[in-house]
C-alpha cells in the first residue's frame, strides 16, 4: 500500500476503511454481536480514531497473534458456543446486507457458507519449468463473510495446529467438514493496493448516486 499506517485505518471517502466495514454488519443486524480483532498495538490508536469519527456502533476489541491463525483463534473466544459466526476481512467494505444475511441462512441449514464468485480471466498453471492452461471453470475465486457453526469452527482451530491457512474454510476443511459454497459479490472486493483504493473511491459514488 506505500503507506506506514495500517490499510484498515486509511481513510475511503472521509472515513477509515474499518469503520465502512462493521458499519455493513451492524446495518444487516443491529444486534449482531461484533468482535473486531487487531494488532495490540494498533487498538490505542483504534479507540482515538473511532473518538474522532464520532464512531459509536457497539464492537468487542481482541489482541490478534502473531498469523491469522491466531488472530481469529482469538476472536472466536469472545465468541458464545451455539450460535453462529461469521469471519469476515476488515478490508472488505462493500459487502452487503443480502450476502450477510444469505451466508448466515445457509450456514444454519448446511453448517457453514463460503461466499465465491467465478473467475472470469483466463488462468495458468505453473511448474517448475513450465507453464499450462488451467480451466477457469474448475477454480472459484473466495470470499467473506465465511459463516459457521461457532461450535464447529472453535473444534476446527483447536485441533488446527501450525498449518498454513489463508482463510476459515481451509481450517474447517482440514477438519473433515464439508465446505458449502454460496453465491459471492462481484463488488465485494479485498481492498490491498493502491490501485484498490481509488477503484473503491469510484465505487462509494456510483453506490451513492444509485
Not at 13 to 21: C, D, E, Y
Not at 183 to 197: R, V
Request: proline fraction near 5%.
Amino acid at each position: 500500500m506505500a503507506s506506514s499506517l495500517a490499510k484498515q485505518f486509511m481513510l475511503l471517502a472521509g472515513t477509515p476503511l474499518l469503520m465502512h466495514t462493521i458499519r455493513r454488519f451492524h446495518e444487516a443486524d443491529p444486534e449482531m454481536q461484533l468482535v473486531v480483532v487487531l494488532p495490540a498495538q494498533e487498538i490505542p490508536y483504534w479507540k482515538e480514531l473511532c473518538r474522532q469519527h464520532t464512531f459509536t456502533i457497539p464492537h468487542e476489541l481482541t489482541a490478534g497473534g502473531s498469523t491469522r491463525l491466531q488472530s481469529v483463534s482469538n476472536g472466536l473466544q469472545q465468541v458464545p458456543d451455539g450460535c453462529l459466526v461469521a469471519v469476515h476481512d476488515g478490508v472488505r467494505p462493500f459487502v452487503n446486507r443480502k450476502l450477510i444475511l444469505h451466508c448466515f441462512e445457509e450456514a444454519a441449514i448446511h453448517g457453514n457458507a463460503v461466499p465465491c464468485i467465478p473467475v472470469y480471466e483466463s488462468l495458468r498453471r505453473i511448474a517448475p519449468e513450465n507453464n499450462e492452461r488451467a480451466d477457469r471453470n474448475e477454480y472459484m475465486l473466495v470470499q467473506t463473510p465465511q459463516c459457521f457453526h461457532s461450535d464447529s469452527l472453535k473444534k476446527a482451530y483447536g485441533s488446527s495446529g501450525a498449518g498454513e491457512f489463508t482463510d476459515d474454510a481451509s481450517v474447517l476443511e482440514a477438519s473433515g467438514e464439508k465446505i458449502h459454497l454460496v453465491q459471492g459479490l462481484k463488488e465485494n472486493i479485498k481492498l490491498t493496493t493502491q490501485a484498490d483504493f481509488h477503484m473503491a473511491e469510484g465505487l462509494i459514488r456510483f453506490f451513492e448516486r444509485h
